[in-house]
């Protein structure tokens, strides 16, 4: 017998919202809904399924009034969208670009990719965000891009890291893809750099199943990101301006294109997020507020003007000195009384081997990781700051829409825990 496809009903959800398992009973939201389901349904049953579609269009245009930005691009996932804007400014063989050393590979995998060289730097431990300080002592003639990351929806400390981009004349990329809403100073993340890039990835604040976006206000950087995943979109459209006009409308040959349904889905989550926003915001705020008198237990610091946004994931700073307890030992104490307290959620870049060894990335001894070619790879205990914080980082339940007393449950165990 054929599936039936139309009955909903006894769908599994496949994933949730909340990144993290622990204590799904204390949050209601659910990510997708008849919303989503009813136009993915009808834009396939209208065959529209690919190419620079109506929708997508309008996403495009919508997402930059939002930004505020001039332009905007979706493409295939946030990795492709940081490869856009790598290429958009031009990153290339002999270039480095600086990064925080606690980020998502895919931060920096499309600049090595594009042959420039990663370069790390640590992070302030109080924010657990790229440290402008560190920044600073990094840069070198061949540094060709700098981009802070609003890790886990909080956002960094753009005053200092735009004043160091405009003194050494090198543009900032913020990779938003935990930061979804996240305003610094009244402006909207990604706006404030050279360009803007965010993941819509399952798991994301906004959801395409796969996609992402660049938003940037440089007409060269749009026009290049274009012409490196946009194969064959209605000339005139995307290539704005006169100087790249005989590439049209096939540019590069390279496809990085969303898929409209994902993008279909993406403009759904869209409506939903200053609502997402708030609500994430609001428990947040509870337990933070709650952590003051849980010795040992600190929220994680927030430069001037930030407005978090997102909330991908939800770190504390664990100190073992002033509770008296060792980290291991609060985890487990936690874990007694019912809360599940995350470790860290992304590997420090430079403990990979492929960043301590490097790699032949193009074969034949030739790429930025090659050993051969002068890389000479990072060690542990190369990034204090971040190597403390993957100890003492402990990721809370991150809820979109908790019961009544969430907070209040989640601040008992801590408590208990706590206790010595
Ligand atoms: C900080 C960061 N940058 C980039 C990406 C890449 O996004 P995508 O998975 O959509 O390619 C992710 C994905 O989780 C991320 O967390």
Redesign the pocket.
């Known amino acids: 017998m054929p599936q039936d496809y139309t009955d909903t009903g006894s769908v599994q959800r496949a994933f949730v919202q909340t990144a993290t398992t622990a204590l799904p009973e204390l949050d209601r939201w659910t990510q997708i809904t008849d919303a989503e389901a009813t136009l993915v349904a009808d834009m396939t049953r209208r065959n529209e399924l690919s190419g620079g579609t109506p929708i997508v269009r309008a996403f495009e245009k919508r997402w930059a009034e939002w930004v505020g930005t001039r332009f905007a691009v979706t493409v295939m996932?946030?990795?492709s969208a940081?490869y856009s804007a790598y290429f958009g400014m031009g990153v290339g063989p002999g270039d480095e670009v600086i990064c925080p050393v606690n980020?998502?590979i895919?931060?920096i995998a499309p600049a090595i990719l594009l042959g420039a060289k990663p370069v790390f730097c640590d992070i302030d431990p109080l924010s657990l965000l790229m440290d402008p300080e560190d920044v600073r002592k990094r840069i070198t003639a061949n540094t060709r891009c700098i981009v802070p990351?609003h890790?886990w929806g909080n956002v960094c400390d753009l005053d200092v890291l735009l004043a160091i981009g405009q003194e050494h004349d090198i543009p900032i990329l913020e990779?938003c893809?935990?930061a979804h809403g996240a305003r610094y100073k009244g402006l909207m993340c990604g706006s404030l750099g050279a360009a803007g890039c965010w993941?819509?990835?399952g798991s994301k604040p906004i959801s395409a199943g796969?996609g992402?976006v660049l938003a940037t206000d440089d007409i060269d950087l749009f026009e290049r990101a274009c012409l490196v995943g946009q194969v064959n979109r209605i000339a005139g459209i995307d290539l704005v301006g006169a100087r790249y006009e005989e590439l049209q409308p096939l540019g590069l040959g390279m496809k990085f294109r969303a898929h409209p349904l994902g993008i279909a889905i993406a403009s759904v989550q869209l409506d939903k997020l200053a609502e997402l926003n708030k609500r994430r915001a609001a428990y947040i705020a509870e337990v933070e507020a709650g952590l003051a008198d849980i010795p040992g237990v600190s929220p994680c610091r927030l430069y001037e003007g930030v407005e978090r946004g997102g909330f991908y994931g939800f770190p504390v700073i664990h100190d073992p000195s002033v509770m008296g307890k060792s980290t291991e030992a609060f985890i487990e104490a936690a874990a007694e009384n019912g809360l599940n307290l995350g470790r860290k959620r992304y590997p420090n870049l430079h403990e990979l081997p492929l960043f301590q060894k490097g790699f032949d990335l193009f074969t034949r001894k030739r790429g930025p990781l090659c050993p051969e070619n002068g890389y000479a790879g990072y060690q542990n205990g190369d990034f204090p700051n971040a190597e403390a914080a993957a100890e003492r980082a402990l990721f809370m339940p991150e809820l979109s829409d908790p019961v009544p007393d969430a907070a209040r449950i989640i601040l008992d165990a801590l408590r208990k825990a706590a206790q010595r």
Do not use: A, K, P, R
Request: hydrophobic share 30%; glycine share 12%; proline share 0%.
């Open positions: 996932n946030g990795t940081l980020t998502w895919c931060t990351v890790l990779d893809s935990h993941s819509f990835q796969e992402g």
